[in-house]
């Protein structure tokens, strides 16, 4: 594979036409611009990355760049002021924005060494697996694992058995290049109204972290709601409960699923099985109030940002912050461990 261009966090004063390009599209997403703004973005910089220097030089100088099928009159100028060695006008202007980002949970942030939850193209993200594992290295991440969805979830392209056989390959590949850097494999397995998973079990088992999320019959009764989740946590292929409560904060709001929470997250104590702490700013799930039950049961939690597009990745400030809110300790927090304790960790109840 040809090496693409670095998507460096803090850009050069002069990006490359392709890494000005990439650097606006994470941006917009770590804004949470709606994917169509960014989809232009991300489809140029692939055009440019395709073409020959000679031919982007031509095209530079006769003005004839917007020909081409995926570049527009605003991605030819950021192409063009990136290729005369200027900072392009529309990357100045997002870069002099503040981060929505919170920052208040800075320490925490900091000691961060991975992310456990985060998509790709394969199944609802937007950017293609390598575009998302080289930017969490690029975010100063030591490893990071790929949690596409799983078969019943159809409206995300959840993945079949063969098709996450087939990832398992590609990701391989692709670990390879980008050592010593980690790219882990991993599933967002959807739980299923009996507490089942939605996966074939032996295929579970040779991934190196396994989230487990609600995606369905969110309103269950609280009883049915409480052993579809203890069932869960207690299956020994399952590392990471995902978003517990499901409910969403912004846009459309949908309330907390109802469950026993002192006996989940006991379980999860008991069965080392981590709570996660989900960044999505629509998410922020668990609340602190359930946040704070989890740490005095003796959870292990991760921090994770469920990334669907590269600029999401940006996002763990959002857990960092309600975590040191609600006084989590940074050895309780999976996310900030060396990828060796988390391998001996994931794999020890299997
Ligand atoms: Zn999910
Ligand atoms: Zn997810």
Redesign the pocket.
């Known amino acids: 594979m040809a090496p693409r261009p670095t998507r460096t966090p803090t850009p050069p004063p002069a990006p490359d036409p392709a890494a000005a390009l990439d650097r606006i599209a994470f941006l917009l997403e770590r804004d949470q611009a709606p994917t169509y703004r960014v989809k232009a973005f991300r489809t140029a910089s692939a055009v440019v990355v395709g073409l020959a220097p000679d031919d982007l030089r031509r095209r530079v100088e006769q003005r004839t760049l917007g020909e081409l099928k995926g570049i527009g009159p605003k991605t030819a100028d950021v192409v063009e002021q990136a290729y005369a060695g200027r900072v392009p006008g529309y990357l100045a202007d997002l870069e002099s924005r503040p981060s929505p980002v919170p920052t208040d949970g800075a320490a925490l942030l900091a000691a961060q060494r991975g992310d456990c939850h985060m998509h790709s193209d394969w199944s609802d993200g937007g950017s293609p697996i390598d575009a998302m594992a080289r930017t969490a290295r690029d975010l100063g991440h030591e490893w990071v694992v790929l949690t596409d969805h799983s078969p019943r979830l159809t409206v995300a392209r959840g993945l079949t058995a063969e098709r996450l056989r087939a990832q398992l390959d590609v990701v391989a590949e692709l670990a390879a290049e980008l050592a010593p850097f980690r790219l882990l494999t991993g599933i967002?397995c959807d739980i299923l109204d009996d507490g089942s998973l939605d996966q074939d079990p032996d295929l579970l088992a040779r991934l190196d972290v396994v989230v487990a999320?609600v995606?369905s019959k969110l309103r269950m009764e609280e009883p049915a709601m409480t052993r579809r989740l203890l069932a869960a946590v207690r299956n020994p292929r399952v590392n990471v409960l995902?978003?517990c409560t499901g409910r969403l904060i912004q846009g459309k709001p949908r309330p907390e699923s109802a469950f026993d929470a002192d006996a989940v997250f006991a379980a999860c104590a008991e069965s080392h099985t981590a709570v996660e702490i989900n960044c999505r700013p629509e998410r922020r799930d668990p609340p602190s109030r359930l946040l704070r039950r989890a740490l005095a049961a003796g959870v292990y939690f991760t921090i994770d940002t469920?990334a669907h597009a590269p600029g999401q990745l940006d996002w763990q400030g959002y857990g960092c912050a309600r975590a040191e809110e609600c006084d989590v300790p940074a050895d309780r927090v999976i996310t900030t461990w060396p990828v060796d304790r988390l391998l001996a960790w994931s794999s020890a109840s299997r």
């Open positions: 967002e999320s995606h995902g978003h469920d």
